[in-house]
């Protein structure tokens, strides 16, 4: 018996994410989406702007972390400091 090949799913990239989230707007602008299709692109849409949010939070904290050595490099700072 093969042994099953274990999936691994990627998340999709940030600019990925934002383009998804973009297409849902503009589906619902349009106004004529069924009320059940509707809710579920609504529900959609909350889920992947929540996912963005995450990202750009998790971004700005490890810049806020970075910080330049003597020799001009980036190096990433240890939270508690």
């Known amino acids: ?6 999936e691994t799913i990627v998340p999709p990239t940030f600019e990925d994410s934002l383009r998804r989230l973009e297409l849902i707007v503009e589906k619902l602008e349009e106004g004529d989406v069924p009320l059940d299709d509707a ?8 889920a992947v702007s929540r996912l963005c949010a995450e990202r750009l939070a998790k971004a700005e904290l490890t810049l806020k972390r970075l910080s330049k050595d003597a020799e001009g490099s980036f190096t990433l700072q240890d939270e508690k400091e």
Not at 1 to 6: F, G, Q, S
Not at 39 to 46: H, P, T
């Open 1 to 6: 018996m093969a042994a099953k090949k274990k």
């Open 39 to 46: 809710m579920k692109l609504y529900e959609d849409g909350i």
